[in-house]
């Protein structure tokens, strides 16, 4: 499908956040990795159900049946951002590392002792320790999946550690320190040919990339809305025959079956409406760029992306050439223009004189949002020899500008003298 390239100034006026002034300048947001800005759109999805709608679900009367409407509208919006089929595999809580350690208690009371859980260096902690307190409880051994020197995972590490006493490989689609995007795919290719689960955060990867978790063959995939224009909220897609068989720690009256089984004590309805909003935002997107116009809203998905991924690119581009000369600066991952592709575009810098805090807290006075540290990725930082003070991360969303790209540098040129 052919799209006509990201019309930026219409979508910064959706987004109020992005006005914010702070003394004489405009905030530039390069904080995204963290959390994005939201639409007026998922703003006001929210108020509307909390103003119009309100009540808990389950009920005879309109306020009840409404909101039972728009959480059934909200899995089905969900199933086409993941690229799934079943609103019932979708479950919705306050956020990834809540859902991954309440599927990770679930999944430990199927192993025995001595069986091994894989999980990756690349990964954000909320996709390690969940899976390293389980497995601990189960009597299970951890192996842990290296990366190189560029942050990419160590393939053959991985086939090493993958075999038959493997239960479950943990991965990430991308890294929230480096931006490398991993071929989950082969991940859990590999996993399956030694019967072992899959589980994929995509928490990173779901504001720059088109989900495919059925073409990913994974078993397990959670995202967190807040990180794609939506509320805080954690989002779990997970196949309906592993929901369904697994014994959930529940409260007796909650349901059996389907995703209601996993979705502890009353649900954030506002934050569920603001999640279909914010996935209705990415839709509409899409429909506005793409030519012919997508004939539904897992194919208005497919355009929005690529037009958000064309976007991404090049203002990735512009800043990793800008980067490139400013002397001492260091790229962590993929820095080449030839492999972008291979990368969100996140990117993260050292300085051998210049702590990333003492930068972050330099750009924050020039109202420059970004962050300094590990970011939670913690195993990455330590393997890359990053620690203590880890990296200043520079996180671009479809909302930035090459003119906000060039202020940064132009910053960066200052202080990194
Ligand atoms: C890659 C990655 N995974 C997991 C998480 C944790 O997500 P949540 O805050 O929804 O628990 C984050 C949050 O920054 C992340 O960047």
Redesign the pocket.
Known sequence: MAHRPLDVATVRRRFPGLLRREGDRQAIFFDG??GSQVPRSVAEAMSHYLLHENANHGGPFSTSVATDAMCREAQLAMTDFFGTDDPEEIVFGP???TLTFQLSRALARTWQPGEEIVVTDSD?D??VTPWVLAARDADCTVQRVRVDAAAELDFEDLRQRIGPRTRLVAV?AAS?LSGTIHDVARVAELARSHGALTFV?A??YAAHCRLDASAWGADFVAC?AYKFFGPHM?ILQGRRVLLEELETYKVRPAADTGAEKWQHGTACFEGIAGTLAAVEYLAALGREHADPEPPDRRAALDAAFDVIHVHERELCARLLAGLQEIPDVRVVGIAAPDRLDGRCATVSITHPRHRPAELANALAERQIHTWAGN??ALALSAALGLEPDGVLRLGILHYATAEEVDTVLASLRELLV
Request: glycine share 12%; charged share 5%; net charge negative.
């Open positions: 990795p963290a956020n990834m590392t954000h909320a996709n990430g929230n955060d928490v990173h967190s954690g970011s939670y």
